[in-house]
C-alpha cells in the first residue's frame, strides 16, 4: 500500500464498477496523489502529440481512487517460476497492441516458453476476448509482460 511516485505509468480503471457494464481501464501516469481523498490524478496517456503525457499538454487528466490504480512492472524476470508469471489459461488484464486500453483476457503461452523477441523481451502469447470468434477469443497475440496484468476482483 505504498503511495505511487509521480510519472510511474500505471492502468487505471475508468469505470465504476456499474453492474453488467466491463470494466474499462487505460494506460496512464501518475500526476500527484492526494493522501486526504486516497485518490490519485492520472494523465491517460493517449494524448495526440504527448504519447506518455508527461507534459500535461493533451492529455486528459482523471482523479482516481487509489484501489483503480496498478502500476506497471518496470523489470522483467532473470528466471520465471510459478510466483512471477501467469500460467496458461490464467485470467489476466493486457494490453491491447497499439492502443492504450487494458482489457480482460487470458494466457495462451507464458515468457518462459517463448523466445526473445526482436528487441531482446519474452512476451505472453495472450487471447482477448472477442465475440466475433467462434471460440469467443481472439488469435494468440504478442503482449509484453510489463503490460500484462493480475486481473482484480
Given at each position: 500500500?505504498?503511495?505511487?511516485?509521480?510519472?510511474?505509468?500505471?492502468?487505471?480503471?475508468?469505470?465504476?464498477?456499474?453492474?453488467?457494464?466491463?470494466?474499462?481501464?487505460?494506460?496512464?501516469?501518475?500526476?500527484?496523489?492526494?493522501?486526504?481523498?486516497?485518490?490519485?490524478?492520472?494523465?491517460?496517456?493517449?494524448?495526440?502529440?504527448?504519447?506518455?503525457?508527461?507534459?500535461?499538454?493533451?492529455?486528459?487528466?482523471?482523479?482516481?481512487?487509489?484501489?483503480?490504480?496498478?502500476?506497471?512492472?518496470?523489470?522483467?524476470?532473470?528466471?520465471?517460476?510459478?510466483?512471477?508469471?501467469?500460467?496458461?489459461?490464467?485470467?489476466?488484464?493486457?494490453?491491447?497492441?497499439?492502443?492504450?486500453c487494458f482489457y480482460?483476457?487470458?494466457?495462451?503461452?507464458?515468457?518462459?516458453?517463448?523466445?526473445?523477441?526482436?528487441?531482446?523481451?519474452?512476451?505472453?502469447?495472450?487471447?482477448?476476448?472477442?465475440?466475433?470468434?467462434?471460440?469467443?477469443?481472439?488469435?494468440?497475440?504478442?503482449?509484453?509482460?510489463?503490460?500484462?496484468?493480475?486481473?482484480p476482483p
Open positions: 500500500n505504498s503511495i505511487l511516485p509521480e510519472k510511474t505509468k500505471v492502468a487505471a480503471r475508468m469505470s465504476g464498477g456499474v453492474k453488467g457494464q466491463p470494466d474499462e481501464w487505460i494506460l496512464a501516469v501518475v500526476q500527484k496523489y492526494n493522501s486526504g481523498s486516497s485518490k490519485y490524478v492520472v494523465l491517460d496517456v493517449d494524448a495526440g502529440d504527448d504519447p506518455l503525457g508527461l507534459s500535461g499538454g493533451g492529455a486528459k487528466q482523471h482523479t482516481i481512487p487509489a484501489r483503480y490504480v496498478i502500476a506497471l512492472p518496470t523489470s522483467e524476470p532473470s528466471h520465471y517460476s510459478a510466483y512471477n508469471e501467469f500460467k496458461v489459461g490464467s485470467t489476466v488484464l493486457a494490453l491491447y497492441p497499439d492502443t492504450t480482460k483476457a487470458y494466457v495462451h503461452t507464458p515468457p518462459s516458453q517463448l523466445e526473445t523477441n526482436a528487441q531482446g523481451r519474452r512476451d505472453y502469447m495472450i487471447e482477448f476476448e472477442d465475440e466475433s470468434e467462434i471460440t469467443g477469443r481472439s488469435d494468440p497475440i504478442r503482449v509484453p509482460q510489463k503490460y500484462t496484468l493480475r486481473l
